[in-house]
């Protein structure tokens, strides 16, 4: 079965903090893993990743994968108010599924 | 404009009684699918379509059908609703890119379904 484990569950920092969340997978045919941001509605893609130690960028978030060591991780660097939501990491497999964590609370205060 | 539709975007029913809820996109993607998201559980896959005519199971399909005559329209059928098929469910579609790998998923609106 696949499992997708994302840590920690809920996060509650103060404006300025830098953040680290992570997400650790056991799938089968591993085609790529990808971090969304979830607020009150859908999910909003934020990175897809599929080589090992590649990092991906976007302002002040920023995305590693190991396939060596199955995880992945986000970083938010200099945390803002609009930050808080929920991240949800997601494993593609070859075959299509697609298979979710749980997801991180993050709370920003200002 | 590039977007997945669903439709109702909220739906009150009672136990039993079959429903539909619709979903289209206009971006001519390959793949399509359907979640299901609940507290603390995150969001589940219930049926997923790699293309027209080809529909295969997620973690959740019990309860659930799919078709995907068009490529287009991708809709979930509840033929005899249950109250723990109250949910929030979220439909998505995606190219499939070169390369193998998939690309971004872009996700419907959301539809909150409360089964009475």
């Known amino acids: 079965e696949d499992k997708v484990v994302q840590s920690p569950l809920s996060l509650v920092v103060h404006e300025g903090d830098t953040v680290t969340l992570n997400c650790s997978y056991e799938?089968?045919?591993?085609?790529?893993l990808l971090w969304y941001k979830q607020e009150k509605k859908a999910p909003t893609f934020l990175f897809m990743l599929?080589?090992?130690?590649i990092e991906k960028k976007s302002g002040r978030l920023s995305s590693i994968l190991d396939k060596k060591e199955l995880f992945s991780i986000l970083n938010i660097t200099a945390t803002q108010t609009g930050d808080s939501a929920v991240y949800l990491c997601?494993?593609?497999?070859?075959?299509?599924?697609?298979?979710f964590g749980q997801g991180t609370i993050l709370t920003v205060h200002p | 404009e590039a977007q997945v539709t669903q439709n109702p975007r909220y739906l009150i029913t009672v136990t039993g009684k079959k429903l539909t809820v619709t979903c289209s996109q206009n971006?001519?993607?390959?793949?399509m699918s359907w979640y299901r998201q609940d507290p603390g559980l995150g969001l589940r896959q219930i049926y997923y379509?790699?293309?027209?005519?080809?529909?295969d199971k997620g973690d959740v399909p019990e309860g659930y059908k799919v078709s995907r005559k068009e490529k287009r329209n991708f809709p979930l059928i509840l033929e005899s609703p249950s109250p723990n098929q109250t949910s929030l469910y979220f439909c998505?579609?995606?190219?499939?890119?070169?390369?193998?790998?998939?690309?971004?998923?872009?996700f419907g609106p959301g539809t909150r379904l409360t089964v009475l």
């Open positions: 998505a579609s995606r190219s499939e890119g070169s390369g193998g790998a998939g690309n971004e998923q872009f």
């Open positions: 799938v089968t045919n591993f085609r790529s």
């Open positions: 599929t080589s090992s130690g």
């Open positions: 997601a494993v593609s497999t070859s075959y299509g599924k697609l298979t």
């Open positions: 971006m001519n993607h390959e793949y």
């Open positions: 379509s790699m293309n027209v005519e080809v529909t």
